[in-house]
């Protein structure tokens, strides 16, 4: 009996180590997709389309549970950064922590003590991605909102240097917000919400 017991938890083991690859996995898929036909479709952001091309976008997914672990996990990132110069920006997707948002929102001030914390304040920066995320001053279901909803909760890595070099080839860098709230206003909740449920 304990024999076979024994073989039952390898086996209830290897299932759930392949749910995990298999969740990894489609939380990368659903995020490139998001990123491919909602982002970059909609020109969303000045250098996403170029990075993408370039393949030079890190995929990386937590399976933090707690926000300890999750800060140990963007440590983790950032020194991957550091030792991978040809890697532009890293997006680091958490599906099983900081799912609500407001959580999620007062944890960016930790990511960012800990780019202080690690002398890396000035290098890179932390951009906010959530599903539920939401501006000040808006309703949840104004479509500007829709600017920074991605699949799952990320915390997007990027390098300074690269931002900077970006938003030198934009035209009119200050209006990016503008244009993409004017843009998404004009698509409408109805039509953001239809393009999004298309994504697999």
Known sequence: MGQGRGHADLDDQRMMQDNELINAATAVRQTQQWLDHFVIELDLCPFARRERVLETIR?????????????????????????????????????????????????????????????????????????????????????????NRSPYPMLHLLREASVEAALKRYANPDQIPANNIEKLNALGLHAIRARLASLT
């Open 59 to 147: 995929f990386c997914v937590s399976d933090a549970a707690t926000e300890a672990d999750l800060l140990c996990d963007l440590e983790t990132e950032l020194s991957h950064l550091d030792q991978h110069p040809e890697v532009a920006t890293t997006l680091l997707i958490h599906p099983h922590v900081l799912t609500q948002f407001l959580d999620y929102n007062q944890f960016l001030n930790a990511a960012d003590d800990a780019l202080v914390r690690l002398s890396h304040a000035g290098v890179y920066q932390v951009a906010s991605f959530h599903p539920d995320y939401q501006f000040a001053g808006t309703k949840n279901n104004d479509p500007e909102n829709f600017t």
